[in-house]
């Protein structure tokens, strides 16, 4: 049987997409690898999160925006749909600073950015004091923060869960352990997995995280894509010690603060490090000193899936039309316009979002 669609990756980026897809009425096979394949969507930090997002490319900030925009009716719709409340909180996040240099620092370069964002980019910069009232549990060595108020978080392992059984409610087919090995396309498409299944589709979208590194030059696409290493701690359940998330911890719904993440270049490796988790574990004592006592309970590390700017790619392939590869950093944050919108634009609608900034182009070098 022909999909109208093969989506290759079944992580948070592949089932948004596919989740949007059949929304709009498309036919969808998601086609995901096998346990030992990297998953940045299971090993993530679930920030919802604009800030310090495209300085370089407005666009970026903008289209971060958009999706945060989107997340709430995206989540309301996941929970009327399965009974998952994916635990969206948007009341704003931190960015803290230990010294006044790197606080007036970021404030310049926000100020920049909104400039040009027409001024929509909300945030306000909170002294030590100020602080302290937002965050009683603040450390004396936190000097400031910018609290930006687009920002939010949500728990990530429950929006997996949520979009793969709201995909198969709404009559997509998933099939789990299977891993793409090749695709052809000859009028549709042919893909063909390494335990000798094929699936047929009209079109195909290359969502397979770091695995499009693979499967990328044979569609096309130049995919420049690395791993990064992020290493995450998570405490034992704690009464409520912090008000709102920043890049350094978020406590989650149940109680646990989640403590991360770490920025290794370290190729495909996603073990831990005692070096790493220590020097995680002192900046979140010295951010919330109360951190000091509690137990940590589980660590872990995950790849990231970078470009070489860390933007998003979005590219549809000239060599096997039909084919596109969609990837980014932050699949959290663009759950929501991966699934309302990207459809859209695989679809090219005259809702189509312009993603042009977002194609290969822009990387001279394979
Ligand atoms: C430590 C860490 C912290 C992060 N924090 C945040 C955050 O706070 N907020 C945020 O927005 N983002 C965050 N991210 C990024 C976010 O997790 C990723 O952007 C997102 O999970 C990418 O999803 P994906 O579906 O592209 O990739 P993945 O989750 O890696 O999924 C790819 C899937 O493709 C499958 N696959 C691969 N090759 C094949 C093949 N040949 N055939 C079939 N299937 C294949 C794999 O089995 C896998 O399931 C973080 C990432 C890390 C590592």
């Given at each position: ?51 310090s997002k495209g300085m370089n490319q407005p666009r970026y900030a903008q289209w971060s925006q958009q999706s945060v925009k989107a997340w709430r009716a995206f989540s309301d719709e996941l929970r009327g749909n399965t009974g998952y409340d994916v635990g969206l909180e948007q009341n704003g996040g931190y960015d803290f600073h230990f010294s006044e240099e790197t606080l007036a620092e970021t404030v310049r370069k926000y100020e920049t950015l909104k400039a040009k964002l027409n001024g929509d980019y909300p945030y306000e910069i909170l002294g030590h004091n100020e602080l302290r009232r937002e965050e009683p549990e603040i450390g004396p060595k936190v000097i400031g923060a910018i609290l930006h108020h687009q920002d939010g978080h949500a ?212």
């Amino acid at each position: 049987m022909e999909s109208d669609y093969a989506i290759i990756g079944g992580g948070v980026v592949g089932l948004s997409v596919a989740w949007g897809l059949l929304k709009r009425g498309r036919s969808v096979t998601v086609i995901d690898g096998d346990d030992g394949s990297f998953r940045a969507s299971r090993g993530n930090f679930g920030l919802v999160w604009v800030q310090s997002k495209g300085m370089n490319q407005p666009r970026y900030a903008q289209w971060s925006q958009q999706s945060v925009k989107a997340w709430r009716a995206f989540s309301d719709e996941l929970r009327g749909n399965t009974g998952y409340d994916v635990g969206l909180e948007q009341n704003g996040g931190y960015d803290f600073h230990f010294s006044e240099e790197t606080l007036a620092e970021t404030v310049r370069k926000y100020e920049t950015l909104k400039a040009k964002l027409n001024g929509d980019y909300p945030y306000e910069i909170l002294g030590h004091n100020e602080l302290r009232r937002e965050e009683p549990e603040i450390g004396p060595k936190v000097i400031g923060a910018i609290l930006h108020h687009q920002d939010g978080h949500a728990n990530p392992l429950k929006l997996l869960k949520a979009l793969a059984d709201d995909v198969r409610r709404l009559g997509g087919r998933i099939l789990n352990d299977k891993t793409v090995k090749s695709v052809s396309r000859t009028g549709s498409f042919k893909l063909e997995c390494s335990d000798g299944t094929t699936v047929e589709a009209a079109k195909t979208v290359l969502s397979a995280g770091l695995g499009a590194t693979e499967l990328g030059p044979n569609m096309g696409f130049k995919a420049p894509i690395r791993p990064q290493r992020g290493q995450v701690l998570i405490t034992e359940k704690l009464p409520r010690i912090m008000n709102r998330p920043s890049l350094i911890a978020r406590q989650v719904e149940e109680g646990g603060v989640q403590i991360g993440a770490t920025n290794e270049e370290v190729g495909f490796d996603d073990t831990v490090t005692l070096e790493g988790l220590a020097g995680l574990a002192e900046t979140a004592i010295e951010t919330y000193p109360v951190l000091g006592k509690a137990q940590l309970v589980r660590s872990w590390g995950a790849l990231r899936v970078l470009s070489p700017d860390g933007l998003p790619i979005y590219q549809k392939s000239t060599e096997m039309p039909g084919a596109y590869l969609v990837t980014c950093h932050s699949g959290i944050t663009l759950a929501a316009a991966h699934a309302r919108f990207i459809p859209e634009w695989l679809e090219e609608t005259p809702d189509a979002p312009d993603l042009e900034v977002f194609n290969e182009d822009r990387f001279a070098i394979a």
